[in-house]
């Protein structure tokens, strides 16, 4: 649970920090939402379990952040939603990477043929 809430904390510092320097992407903003709704869920399912039947009841209040958890990561495909947008960046960068090589590559010279005599 811990690892969860250190590893979304220190995502959001870091684009916060890139917002400041004014290098913020959609990406970068729809990976941190992916990540952290994902662990946000996992989290409060952890904590769900270590309550055991007391896990449910709202007076423990980990019911209601079970209930926020499953709202925020399924509000109008919001997951699925910024996992396409990471992934459609990605692939986008990686087509500009590769066009990029291939046009800094030179034509190899043609290779000449050569008869082989068998013996």
């Not at 916060?16 to 409060?44: I, P």
Request: aromatic share 6%.
């Amino acid at each position: 649970m811990l690892g969860n809430i250190t590893s979304s904390w220190a995502l959001c510092a870091r684009l916060s920090q890139l917002q400041d320097e004014g290098c913020a992407e959609d990406r970068h903003s729809s990976l941190a939402k992916a990540w952290c709704t994902v662990r946000m869920r996992e989290t409060v399912g952890y904590a769900r379990e270590l309550l055991g039947g007391n896990g449910i009841l709202l007076e423990h209040n980990v019911g209601r952040f079970v209930a926020d958890a499953e709202a925020i990561y399924s509000y109008e495909g919001t997951r699925e939603m910024n996992t396409l947008i990471v992934g459609r960046s990605h692939h986008r960068a990686e087509l500009r990477r590769l066009a990029h090589f291939l046009t800094r590559l030179t034509p190899l010279p043609a290779r000449q043929a050569t008869s082989r005599v068998h013996h």
